[in-house]
């Protein structure tokens, strides 16, 4: 585990397939209307392209966002500093079972905004779980952005401590 002191940037991220299942023009839209972005906050996608046609109308929606961004997939080392250093990260799929993207998020200290039509582990009170409903989201992400830099420390430190204790209970599993 890194122990250096974190810059933490006013940055949401998501990482996952560039796909209509992933619901990214609605995660756009919805971060357009939390009006954070005069704040200075920004939403970085990573992505797979999956689907070239979903990109093309992504790429329109955000044209005139120069805070919105969509990037290619990372991995490794770079991935690990780039979760370290965001502020949340927002996953408001139609549907999934088990994210990886929330689980190696939380590894690394990272909390999740996510509806609660996504799996997560039965136990986990950690995840900011909301409806799924355009309102509640936003008004999550609006909550979560006007955390102190204490309270992002102690999530996160609290996130990685529960993601980290569960992938030890599981690799002892194996």
Known sequence: ENKEILNYEKKFVFFGRIHPHKNILLLIDIFIRSNLMKDGWSLAIYG???????????????????KISIL???????????????????????????????????????????????ETLNDDKITNKVKTEESSIIKKIIEVSNWSLSKRRSIGHLTSKFFNNYKAKSQKVL
Not at 48 to 66: F, G, M, R, W
């Open 48 to 66: 797979i392209q999956d689907d070239e046609n979903y990109l093309k109308k992504i790429n329109n929606q955000i044209i005139n966002y120069p």
């Open 72 to 118: 290619k997939p990372v991995f490794g080392k770079k991935k690990a500093s780039i979760i370290r250093k965001a502020w949340a990260n927002i996953l408001i799929s139609k549907s999934e079972v088990l994210s990886f993207s929330v689980l190696e998020s939380g590894i690394y200290g990272l909390s999740s905004i996510i509806t609660k039509n996504i």
